[in-house]
């Protein structure tokens, strides 16, 4: 697709992504569902806190109403958010404005269908036609059928509500730490934990525009291992922009990343029988070490391309239960269509609290391989992956890893880069082996 990848369609506002662009979506889908229902479409957005969220907000509304398609406005909130009150209120379909960990600078408009899903790729070809038109051939709303702006924080509320509800104990005398990116999670995540008794420390939570995920959240997930050792917290959680990823801090101020994740409550499922399939559906991201786990403890997986969306299709097409990836995007399939920071959280804290164990306690048979990644910018992604000395080098640094590691080399769904990610028995093999494939790519005029 041109302008909607992996994620929906991203880019630096104002320039790969613009106001034009966001209000020809909204006219689009305004028309779209319009068409298609004997009254007029019922749309709901959502925003993280990036200064130009704002704008494009206004931009999405303007075509939205134009269209004649009334919006309801949740304000600053999580992806997740506008994908449980669409699914839950009767919505035709959501818009949720972030570029989820991505700067400020950048943004994105994810589209979410009815059914609480990413939006069917042959609505986003439609969408992707008409930006491209020259004319604006759609028919405008008039009069009484002109579309109206509705504030709907109430729906957030809600939202809020159902998590709380989901917690199966109290959090009564558990310290716990929240890292919220300086995002969406500012607006949910404190509040969930406080209502359910936890004492809450919490960080960056704090947004100015333009500090969304800046040296904090779940992309720089050591600013939390501190503040866990200094505020002696027993748990710590940190959620990146737009509160769809969750990473995990252990009482020790250990990194618990997704895998962890994933072994943690899939072994937890798999004891209680929850666990559909007996089985885990991960990315091909995940870590070697999860699957060797997985093996020992009896749980079948399956691997799928990288992407929440690609977890949750296999999902529902063979009705797992649960799965997520290795970067914090964890899907609990009885509660929720996407992944879910703060949810994930809850489920985490469940974990603890029915085990009565630390969560340090509970990951000790699980050994992660030291893994390195490297992003490549480059010019051209195809050009780069089908390079053969490229495809030359991958294949002796896979055929030297063998049994003992792994290669990963793959173009990234949302930006112009080739992801090279090694797995080995030390982080001197994977610095070894990924300057290997970067050298190459660099000799070759690749990069950029």
């Given at each position: 697709?041109?302008?909607f990848?992996?994620?929906g369609?991203?880019?630096?506002?104002?320039?790969t992504?613009?106001?034009?662009?966001?209000?020809?979506?909204?006219?689009?889908l305004?028309?779209y569902?319009?068409?298609k229902?004997?009254?007029?479409a019922?749309?709901?957005i959502?925003k993280d806190?990036?200064?130009?969220?704002?704008?494009?907000?206004?931009?999405?509304?303007?075509g939205l109403t134009?269209?004649g398609a009334d919006?309801?406005?949740?304000?600053?909130t999580?992806?997740?958010?506008?994908s449980?009150v669409?699914?839950?209120?009767?919505?035709d379909?959501?818009?949720m404005i972030?570029?989820?960990?991505?700067?400020y600078?950048?943004?994105?408009?994810?589209i979410?269908?009815?059914?609480?899903?990413?939006i069917?790729?042959?609505?986003?070809?439609l969408?992707?036609?008409?930006?491209d038109r020259?004319?604006?051939?759609l028919p405008?709303?008039?009069?009484?059928?002109i579309?109206?702006?509705?504030?709907?924080?109430i729906?957030?509320h809600?939202?809020?509500?159902?998590?709380i509800s989901?917690a199966k104990?109290?959090?009564?005398?558990?310290v716990?730490?929240?890292d919220c990116?300086?995002g969406s999670?500012?607006?949910?995540a404190?509040?969930?934990?406080?209502a359910?008794?936890a004492?809450t420390y919490?960080?960056?939570a704090?947004?100015?525009?333009?500090?969304?995920?800046k040296?904090c959240?779940?992309?720089?997930?050591?600013g939390?291992q501190?503040?866990?050792?200094?505020?002696?917290?027993?748990?710590?959680?940190?959620?990146?922009g737009d509160?769809?990823?969750c990473?995990?801090?252990d009482?020790?101020?250990?990194?618990v990343?997704?895998?962890?994740?994933?072994y943690?409550?899939?072994c937890?499922?798999s004891?209680?029988?929850?666990?559909?399939?007996n089985t885990v559906v991960?990315?091909v991201?995940s870590n070697?070490?999860?699957?060797k786990?997985?093996?020992?403890a009896g749980?079948s997986?399956e691997k799928?391309?990288?992407?929440d969306?690609?977890?949750?299709?296999?999902?529902?097409r063979?009705?797992?239960?649960f799965?997520?990836?290795q970067?914090?995007?964890?899907?609990?399939?009885k509660?929720a269509?996407?992944?879910d920071?703060?949810l994930?959280?809850?489920?985490?804290?469940?974990?603890?609290?029915?085990?009565?164990?630390?969560?340090?306690?509970l990951l000790r048979?699980?050994?992660?391989?030291?893994?390195?990644l490297v992003?490549?910018?480059?010019?051209?992604?195809?050009?780069?992956?089908?390079?053969e000395?490229?495809?030359?080098?991958?294949?002796?640094?896979?055929?030297?890893?063998?049994?003992?590691g792994r290669?990963l080399l793959?173009?990234?769904?949302t930006?112009?880069?080739?992801?090279?990610m090694?797995?080995?028995?030390?982080?001197?093999q994977?610095?070894?082996?990924?300057?290997?494939?970067?050298?190459?790519?660099?000799?070759?005029g690749?990069?950029v």
């Amino acid at each position: 697709m041109k302008y909607f990848g992996t994620d929906g369609f991203r880019g630096e506002a104002g320039k790969t992504l613009n106001v034009r662009h966001a209000y020809r979506v909204g006219r689009f889908l305004g028309w779209y569902f319009g068409s298609k229902s004997d009254d007029r479409a019922r749309i709901i957005i959502g925003k993280d806190t990036r200064r130009s969220s704002y704008m494009f907000e206004d931009a999405l509304s303007a075509g939205l109403t134009a269209s004649g398609a009334d919006v309801y406005l949740l304000h600053v909130t999580s992806t997740p958010s506008v994908s449980y009150v669409v699914r839950t209120e009767g919505f035709d379909c959501g818009i949720m404005i972030s570029a989820s960990h991505n700067p400020y600078y950048d943004n994105g408009i994810k589209i979410i269908n009815g059914l609480g899903h990413k939006i069917e790729d042959d609505i986003t070809l439609l969408i992707e036609e008409y930006i491209d038109r020259a004319e604006d051939d759609l028919p405008f709303a008039t009069g009484k059928y002109i579309g109206r702006t509705v504030d709907y924080a109430i729906g957030r509320h809600r939202y809020i509500g159902y998590l709380i509800s989901l917690a199966k104990r109290s959090f009564n005398n558990v310290v716990v730490a929240l890292d919220c990116s300086n995002g969406s999670a500012s607006t949910i995540a404190k509040g969930v934990f406080d209502a359910l008794g936890a004492k809450t420390y919490v960080i960056n939570a704090e947004p100015d525009g333009t500090n969304i995920n800046k040296d904090c959240g779940s992309t720089h997930i050591e600013g939390l291992q501190e503040y866990v050792k200094e505020c002696g917290a027993n748990i710590g959680f940190a959620f990146d922009g737009d509160a769809d990823r969750c990473l995990c801090v252990d009482d020790k101020g250990n990194l618990v990343d997704g895998d962890m994740i994933m072994y943690l409550c899939g072994c937890y499922m798999s004891e209680r029988g929850e666990l559909n399939n007996n089985t885990v559906v991960t990315t091909v991201m995940s870590n070697l070490g999860l699957y060797k786990a997985l093996d020992e403890a009896g749980i079948s997986y399956e691997k799928t391309a990288v992407g929440d969306r690609y977890v949750y299709e296999n999902m529902t097409r063979n009705n797992h239960s649960f799965g997520g990836e290795q970067s914090g995007h964890i899907i609990f399939g009885k509660y929720a269509t996407t992944g879910d920071g703060v949810l994930t959280a809850l489920m985490i804290m469940e974990v603890m609290l029915e085990k009565k164990t630390k969560i340090s306690e509970l990951l000790r048979d699980i050994h992660i391989y030291p893994q390195l990644l490297v992003n490549v910018r480059v010019a051209d992604k195809s050009a780069a992956l089908n390079d053969e000395d490229v495809m030359a080098v991958a294949e002796a640094v896979s055929s030297r890893l063998s049994d003992n590691g792994r290669l990963l080399l793959r173009e990234s769904g949302t930006e112009p880069l080739i992801r090279v990610m090694v797995e080995a028995e030390s982080d001197e093999q994977c610095k070894l082996y990924t300057d290997m494939i970067v050298n190459v790519l660099c000799e070759k005029g690749h990069a950029v």
